[in-house]
């Protein structure tokens, strides 16, 4: 399936000059890793800002300087971030820095490298999740296995709506995670060309994982 194909579906591609700069930064093999991180989180902030644009508010009554007004506040009560371990750590910071107060979950799978599985080996979301809208963070949507994995838990604990937001994906990863979970909405900010033979995004940026944490 092509990169035009899948952005017909429900997928938000970003196209945006300064997401297109921060990603031709990421991407830079010689980009060092304090450099690495702070670019995911500043495009993390940019990809969250559009996931959270259907977000549920409520009116609230304020005192400007000069009257009172009703203005509109997001129910922080009401949607949960959960990054997928261990890259989605990249990305906590900068939805946070847009929803402060909301409660994080963690679901942590990694991909079995031959047969290119997930494998799942810690979940804890928070109480209530299912009052609440959750907002996945999972850098790397390659072969979509593990986000598809994280939507599924998600969904079992009984999530109201669930979002995914990603850096970078692959036409055959968001094809893998709308066959599952078409009603799902997926942000990214750029749908990458193909998956190679080791099921690595290309052009991609190489292991978001230990580009973050400097494990390469």
Not at 67 to 78: G, L, S, V, W
Not at 118 to 130: D, H, I, M, R, S
Not at 133 to 158: E, H, I, N, W
Not at 167 to 190: C, K, M, Q
């Amino acid at each position: 399936m092509s990169a035009e194909a899948v952005a017909e579906k429900v997928v938000i591609e970003l196209d945006h000059p300064i997401v297109r700069d921060k990603l031709a930064a990421l991407r830079d093999r010689n980009t060092d890793v304090p450099n690495f991180r702070r670019l995911a989180n500043e495009l993390a902030l940019l990809v969250a800002y559009e996931a959270t644009r259907g977000l549920e508010t409520e009116p609230v009554e304020i005192d400007t300087p000069l009257e009172r007004m009703e203005a509109r506040k997001i129910r922080a009560d009401k949607v949960v971030l959960v990054p997928v371990l261990r890259a989605g750590l990249g990305m906590l910071d900068g939805a946070l820095q847009l929803l402060p107060h909301a409660p994080v979950g963690f679901i942590g799978v990694y991909r079995e490298e031959e047969a290119l599985r997930p494998v799942p080996y810690f979940l804890k979301l928070p109480a209530g999740v299912e009052q609440r809208d959750v907002l996945l963070l999972d850098p790397m949507v390659a072969t979509g296995g593990s986000a598809a994995y994280a939507v599924r838990m998600c969904k079992q604990a009984g999530a109201r709506r669930v979002a995914l937001a990603a850096l970078i994906s692959a036409p055959e990863g968001l094809a893998r995670v709308h066959a599952d979970y078409p009603e799902v909405p997926i942000f990214t900010a750029a749908i990458d060309r193909e998956l190679n033979e080791n099921g690595f995004i290309l052009p991609g940026l190489g292991d978001a994982g230990d580009r973050l944490l400097g494990t390469q």
